[in-house]
């Protein structure tokens, strides 16, 4: 990382954001100059007048939002308001409120602005942290065309319910994946400086737990033991703040009775003592707001929800008006400290200062031209190929054959706005690629017969009679995530995650049909398809894929690209498995097929058997695994496997490493994922996979305290997490 504005404190070999001294000297100094209220103004966010999609760069200013501005009353705001008017509100900011201190606006960058990448649970099967990261820069340069300097994202909550909607959003249900991913996105957004004109501050969110929502519905209560939360659900956030992350959102829920967003466990003890963070934490949209009853009920009215959260360690009130209305007056009377009230604010300047906004407060209004849009959606199109996993291919259906006539069916195989995903931006429609585009571009011979919808009746007839003249049906599955109906994202939690409406029936009028029969997925969550699974010759795990989406999805079906995805989530075959993860506790009776009285459901195959488990995903070849050792190398495990491409054309394999710890003073996971290593490999090609593993990633966290790994471990270096030969390893005693 450059230097300058950051101090850096390396930590694993990532670098925690710290400002540096002659830059708190200048905090200091505006310290002493700002009124209680221009300080007050600081915790602040507001709209920034626009929230709308459409062209943002017309219309006035709004007038409220400008006399915040130039008051001083609001540094921060919210939502894309377009560079121009970016700009005249960052004039007001500088030339006109007292201090000059300039504005910095936040927007929801997830995976997309102009152009969209795969939602983020597509992105993670990618296993791919070059790719993470390079497209993270890539949203940040689209960003600051909007004037955006900071965006609500990576989101990093660990998932392992299909359940909730916003699994769509995360990197699937794995730590330790999920912490990889941080630590790219971060670092792509921000760069090695992000002060540079072309990145954007990171967000890491929703802080923390949130994921684990009880029955899978968004907002809901969490209950989590002190062990689960800092084994399972704190390290990506760790990871992120390591990786220099300048700002943490915390969630809207309660975690054991204190919502995350007064809660000073969470964000003093933890984020700040215990992660080093240094940078500013933003509540969630108007969640301090949420503080008082009939809601969380904690505080007993706005004005002390804004001093309980402000005590608790929350930095920004967004969108409560709970901070400008009453932070002031509880200074005055005493309730909060001025010094409490002076360290949120040097979280601010700090984030301020590092982002540069100081020297250079205005956007680039020619960045906009310089952008090379192709190049992003060529990008793009790579993403989306790696993202898609797939999870079935019998006799050879694909990649599809040369020639063959394809029939292609469903509303999502010719839907631009149905391929982006859940965040969307200022994307133009017409500029994304949908299946039959893509398909088509790689030349296949293919009609388009949509036949039916995703939540609409369905005319088994008109299916059977469209598949007629098919030698290859490719019929289209899963959710709609457009502008008007949505199934995952935000507050979309299914009761019910097998295919919506009666797209089971368009399964059986294919199975009937007997044609070849490729499915494909477009869809923010692991699918109840145990039926379609069976019913279909290929199935493809498409997600929604993004602005360039289509053209991936069908190179890879047509062999343009290899499969290289593999799953970060378990599939069920019910909803009632859920929440359904490869890392669970054994349990004292460990299932075991056909032994009734091993733990499992009478009517469902799980935990024993996923629909398909974490870490799987076919390739066009296959590859054999020999020579699987493990040793222990001083303070690393090292881990090596000769994999062989068994197939005439290349592949990629994603090598997976995990272990068990056999005996510890709590019970611990059947498996862990504790390293990957992708490798390229031609037709017939044997390479050896080296994984190392730090001997202190195996110990865990038990009664608030890091306890090492030690003694007997077994080991899988393996497809998935499921598979491989079992290996054992010593640590500590004679095997050290
Ligand atoms: C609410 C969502 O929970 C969060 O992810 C998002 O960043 C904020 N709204 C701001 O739009």
Redesign the pocket.
Known sequence: MKLGLFACAAVAGACAFAAAPATEKKIDDLLKRMTLEEKVGQLVQIGSGDFASGDVEKGPLDSRVANAVARGEAGLL??CCGIRKYNQLQKLAVEESRLGIPIML???V?HGCRTVAPIPLGLSCAWDEELWRGLAETLAAEARTRGIDWT??P?LDVSRDARWG?IA?CAGQDPFLASRYAVAMVRGFQGDNPADGRHVAA?L??YVGYGACEGGRDYNTVELSDDTLRNVYLPPFEAGVRAGALSV?P??HVMNGVPCSANPYLLRDTLRGRFGFEGLTVS??GSIGELVPPRHGVYANLADAAAGALAAGMDVD??SDAYRKHLAGKVKIGVVGAAALDEAVRHVLRVKFALGLFEHPYADEKLLGKLDLEKHAEQMRVAARKSVVLLKNEKRVLPLKKGARVVLMGELGDNPTEMLGTWQTWNVPGENATLLAGLKADGVDVVYAPCYTVTGAVDAAAVVAAATNADVVVATFGELCGPNVSMNG?NTSRADVGLPGEQDKVVRALRAAGKPFVAVLFNGRPLAIPELAEACDALVEAWNPGSSGGWGVADVMTGVAEPTGRLTVDFPHKTGECPLYYNRLQTGRPWVEGNMWTTRYIDAPSPGKSLFPFGFGLAYVSFGYANEKVSVEGDKVVFTADVTNLGGRAGEEVVQVYVRDVVACVSRPRRELKGWRRLELAGGETKTARIEVPVSALGFWHAGRRVPGEGEFRAWIAPDSDRGRELSFTIGGNGK
């Open positions: 919210i939502s936040g927007h929801d997830i609500f994202a989101m916003r959003e967000c969110k929703h959102m969630a809207f969630d949209w967004m969108m935000e």
